[in-house]
């Protein structure tokens, strides 16, 4: 059930998933795409996201914006009233007005190199943010011995997590704590839970999609939304990911379809990491239980770390 709408402000609002936003003329929406795109989700009763690009908006801008409930996702440099503020790793390392806000979550695009190499200055923003989301940009670009260096980096920040507790209130790190408190698969759901407005007034499965090949539409507000085999997108018809308990995993499906071909089957890559991360999670969730925190919580230990090679 569609939940949410993400508008993109500009042909290069930032990027705050996997994909790289290879736009970099401005195309500013124009105001009567805004209003249509705020009138679909006012008949939907939609949550609107709002995705800006790197300079203020006119005036006008802020006015039809501020008609309905929505969250700004902006690029840090603009953080001051963001609920979701993104940045990339050699930015935000430079950047020392990032401190805690808690009502801002921000988000971190980093490949595996700049983490491999740089994951002391991760845990450096942990201890001055309550929440980072953790993007690495190149999942898609692991091979055996990144995933073997990948496991001694969460190592690293699962330590530093649980030395930071404090009263119950920890910095929160997506890869790690999330996995922690789901209950149930929390996912990219993109074409499900969510669409994209994109500035030419048409909608998108997500905005990689709409960077990638403006032709790849997927309806607009006049006419309404129209994926073929809209079903697929769903967990019900990916039978493995749904019996999977790494909840915290993305399955974006933007990746899926670049590296499988399938919008519902995530690459080996995205499982291998999904599974590392949720082993991670399990070793803090059994320090944290050692100093009485979530005690009815539990992570079952597993073997595999890819589904798809499980024999059994």
Known sequence: MLQYLIILLDDTSVSFCHYRNTKSKRRLIALNRLEAGILFAMKHNLMVQFVYPGYELPESYATVIESIDH???????????????????????????????????FVLRITKEELFNGYEEVILLLKRLNRLSLVITDTDAFRKKDFDTYKKVLSHLESALSEALKEDDMPQLNILSDRIRLEKMNNCNAGVENITLAPNGKFYICPAFYIEDE????????EGITIPYRQLYTLAYAPICRKCDAYHCRRCIWLNKKTTLEVNTPSHEQCVTAHLERNASRNLLNK?????????????EITGLDPFERKE
Do not use: M, W
């Not at 609920?83 to 806000?101: E, G, I, K, P, Q």
């Not at 944290?288 to 079952?300: D, M, P, S, V």
């Open 71 to 105: 969250h700004k996702i902006k690029p840090s440099s603009l953080k001051g009233d963001a609920n979701v503020a993104v940045c990339d790793y050699r930015d935000a390392v430079s950047d020392h007005t990032l401190n805690r806000n808690e009502k801002t979550t």
């Open 215 to 222: 032709d790849d539409s997927a309806g607009n507000p006049a």
């Open 288 to 300: 944290l239980q050692a100093k009485g925190f979530f005690a009815h919580k539990e992570i079952r």
